[in-house]
């Protein structure tokens, strides 16, 4: 053995417990990061799937004249000023004819949700020949009822420490025992905008307020972003100290804090520009913005990427530089530039900071119909609502936290189908 | 030294340009005593001008003291004279980094799409120049067509590879026509028999041989007038590159033909006038027979023997 295989021998054991060394702390950080993203998923999905349902009592209204004040072949204008919150009052005292105080009547009707008047018209209205007959069906419990039946309010509990009242809870032991109390599927939950009321509260109108800002943001990012990557990659004379610039401030743009761009943008659009505050059209306008960075430098990595050669084999043939992006470079980066697009879309959707800055953390009631019209997003609606008061906004802030994972996961899974779809070989 | 430096100065009276094969006495005369190749390099700097035949009657290409420059620091060729003739194809040959590409690339302007690239001198097609303002690259480059190193087929069928070009300047008024010269355009090229059958399957997926091939079928789906080929075959095995060489003696009857090999063999056989280039000069231009047999340059002798390079 010479002197030289005989070091390199002495070295090895060093060399390869190096090796097995680094594979550990690698191994290690994926564990623990997939330990952290466990326990993320875990605690989101406990506390946010018993959001999706909610509770149900089953009332028989008695829909006559006499508790109405209108009869069968009532207009919808009258139908809209009928007693109905009397009714379900009168199904209530029907159920339980013990309670006779006005303080135990008030009580008795707090056990429903304040909706379920409004829920009873929209059904006769759809339905006028209920009028004069016997409707029983679903009502939502108020959130109190719901968070009880959930597990969330210990019985043992002096009654003083207790929202629900040991009266209360009399009631409801009753109406489990004739199976007049469930928990069901929350379908209002999607149908409704936000509400002080936990039981209606619904993400409806944040969704739309999401939609139409990812609209705009992706009716302006996409174009401009694209073009703007390809004048720098394709155009732009190398070695200029103007362009130098610009790609220096675009690459520190995308690291700019996003509140920043919402200040910008509460500065420009709104006082500046005077775009009406609280819109998609102004949130769109700002999370632009931060997503402009996002898709130009991962538009032009992916521009940088097609293979020189295909461009020189289009300017040979004789074509124009605008050509030979358009018909050659750019459909070959496109799956890049798209998955440039989806993350940062995908960025955008789940931002909420500079949102707070152009007025989208409003309480808005009404869906939004346009970019014009006042609203929010998911993410500031989970903000609003992880801010709000009642035990029964913990679960709807998880239940919209899932709802928002699941549209990330669905423009992540787009992205790849797109990647896969567009990818070309050479 | 002192005294081969002296019988170099006062015994080597250059003869640029001159028409006849050897000049007598000329003492860069590889058949002459030995000379230090850094001394003829040395002279070769001092007064570029290259031996044997650069200059024809009525050439297509008449290009006179074409430099080319990077970044203004770094010159890439020096003061080039050179005439390219009409359907002849000319070699060019030299050691990697000679300039024989970056002179071949100026020929359609392809040097443009590198930035802080200058190229001064004369370049003429046909009379026209070149590098004039008025003359459109786009046009030019549809009229001097090139095939490069790595086969480089756009990732689209075969059919649409070949109906590039003609799509592109609108040469053909309808599908048939455009299918008619997409297939003459691969028949000429040797390659219709081959892909009849999947015109509709991409380009990419064809051999390496194939590959060239339909780049070259795509370079002349536009009946260009003169065909630049940078290294085409070096990326192909030599069944292939026997079929291409096959293929561009034919060309050489429609077309005026420019490539530039690293194999001396393939000059030999293939073309009638071979340039060869040594550290951006060019050095020696000559009947390809002539240069292979009879050069008159040291350099050009000790690059063709195989001394460097």
């Given at each position: 053995m010479n002197k030289t295989t005989a070091t390199i021998r002495a070295g090895l054991a060093r060399r390869y417990a190096r090796e097995r060394r680094f594979r550990r702390f690698g191994l290690g950080a994926i564990i623990v990061s997939m330990l952290f993203l466990f326990i993320l998923l875990f605690t989101i999905f406990s506390q946010g799937v018993s959001g999706f349902s909610q509770t149900f009592i089953k009332l028989d209204v008695v829909l006559d004249e006499a508790t109405l004040g209108v009869g069968p072949g009532a207009t919808g204008e009258q139908l809209r000023n009928a007693g109905f919150a009397k009714a379900i009052s009168q199904s209530l005292y029907t159920l339980f004819p013990d309670v006779s105080s006005r303080s135990d009547k008030r009580n008795l009707r707090a056990l429903m949700s304040s909706n379920a008047p409004y829920r009873l018209m929209g059904i006769v209205m759809?339905?006028?020949?209920?009028?004069?007959?016997?409707?029983?069906?679903?009502?939502?419990?108020?959130?109190?009822?719901?968070?009880?039946?959930?597990?969330?309010?210990?019985?043992?509990?002096?009654?003083?420490?207790?929202?629900?009242?040991?009266?209360?809870?009399?009631?409801?032991?009753?109406?489990?025992?004739?199976?007049?109390?469930?928990?069901?599927?929350?379908?209002e939950f999607f149908?409704?905008?936000?509400?002080?009321?936990?039981?209606q509260a619904g993400i409806l109108g944040a969704l739309m307020g999401s939609f139409f800002t990812m609209l705009v943001t992706l009716l302006l990012s996409f174009p401009i972003g694209v073009a703007a990557a390809i004048y720098l990659e394709e155009f732009a004379p190398k070695?200029?100290?103007?362009?130098?610039?610009?790609?220096?401030?675009?690459?520190?743009?995308?690291?700019?804090?996003?509140?920043?761009?919402?200040l910008l943008g509460l500065a420009v659009f709104i006082q500046l520009f005077g775009v009406p505050r609280s819109t998609p059209l102004v949130g769109g306008l700002v999370l632009t913005l931060m997503t402009l960075p996002t898709i130009i430098i991962a538009s032009r990595a992916a521009l940088k990427a097609v293979p020189p050669s295909i461009r020189e084999a289009a300017l040979g043939m004789g074509a124009s530089r605008v050509q030979t992006v358009f018909h050659h470079t750019l459909p070959l980066a496109m799956p890049g530039i798209l998955t440039g697009t989806i993350i940062g879309m995908a960025q955008a959707l789940g931002e909420t900071a500079p949102l707070l800055m152009i007025g989208m953390i409003a309480f808005i009631l009404s869906t939004p119909e346009g970019i014009t019209d006042p609203a929010t997003v998911l993410p500031v609606q989970v903000f609003l609502w992880s801010d709000s008061p009642e035990r029964a906004f913990t679960e709807k802030t998880s239940a919209a936290i899932i709802v928002l994972l699941g549209f990330l996961i669905l423009m992540n899974l787009l992205a790849v189908l797109f990647r896969k779809k567009f990818e070309r070989r050479w | 030294m002192s005294f081969a430096t002296t019988s170099l100065d006062t015994g080597m009276t250059k003869q640029p340009h001159s028409s006849t094969e050897t000049a007598p006495g000329n003492m860069r005369r590889a058949t002459t005593a030995p000379l230090d190749i850094e001394t003829v390099v040395e002279e070769l700097k001092e007064l570029p001008q290259p031996v044997g035949m650069p200059l024809l009657d009525d050439p297509k290409y008449h290009t006179r003291d074409v430099s080319v420059f990077y970044n203004e620091t770094k010159q890439a060729i020096f003061n080039v004279d050179l005439d390219i003739g009409r359907n002849e194809v000319i070699a060019m040959i030299g050691p990697s980094g000679c300039g024989k590409s970056t002179y071949l690339r100026c020929l359609n302007r392809m040097n443009d799409t590198i930035s802080g690239c200058r190229v001064t001198g004369e370049l003429l097609l046909d009379g026209e120049d070149v590098y004039a303002r008025s003359q459109d690259p786009v046009l030019l480059r549809a009229r001097v067509g090139m095939v490069?190193?790595?086969p480089n087929p756009f990732p689209k069928s075969i059919y649409d590879n070949v109906a590039y070009g003609p799509r592109l300047h609108g040469l053909a008024n309808n599908r048939a026509e455009l299918d008619e010269i997409v297939e003459d355009s691969l028949t000429k090229a040797g390659l219709f028999k081959e892909v009849k059958d999947r015109l509709n399957l991409p380009g990419t997926g064809l051999s390496g041989g194939q590959q060239q091939r339909l780049c070259i079928a795509r370079a002349i789906a536009v009946s260009p007038e003169v065909i630049l080929m940078d290294e085409p075959t070096s990326a192909l095995d030599p069944i292939a590159t026997g079929i291409i060489e096959e293929l561009i003696d034919t060309l050489r009857q429609s077309f005026t033909i420019c490539i530039v090999t690293h194999s001396m063999q393939q000059a030999a056989r293939i073309s009638q006038r071979t340039a060869y280039f040594h550290m951006g000069y060019l050095v020696e231009v000559n009947d390809t027979n002539t240069v292979f047999t009879n050069p008159e340059h040291l350099l050009t002798e000790n690059y063709i023997t195989g001394r460097f390079g």
């Open positions: 759809d339905d006028p020949s209920l009028l004069g007959q016997t409707y029983s069906g679903w009502f939502l419990a108020d959130d109190d009822i719901d968070t009880y039946l959930k597990g969330h309010v210990d019985r043992s509990l002096p009654e003083t420490d207790r929202r629900l009242k040991d009266q209360t809870l009399g009631w409801i032991d009753r109406l489990e025992a004739e199976g007049r109390i469930e928990k069901r599927f929350n379908t149908t409704n905008n936000d509400s002080r009321e936990p039981e070695d200029n100290w103007f362009v130098d610039l610009i790609e220096v401030n675009i690459n520190n743009l995308a690291a700019v804090p996003s509140i920043v761009f919402g | 490069f190193q790595k």
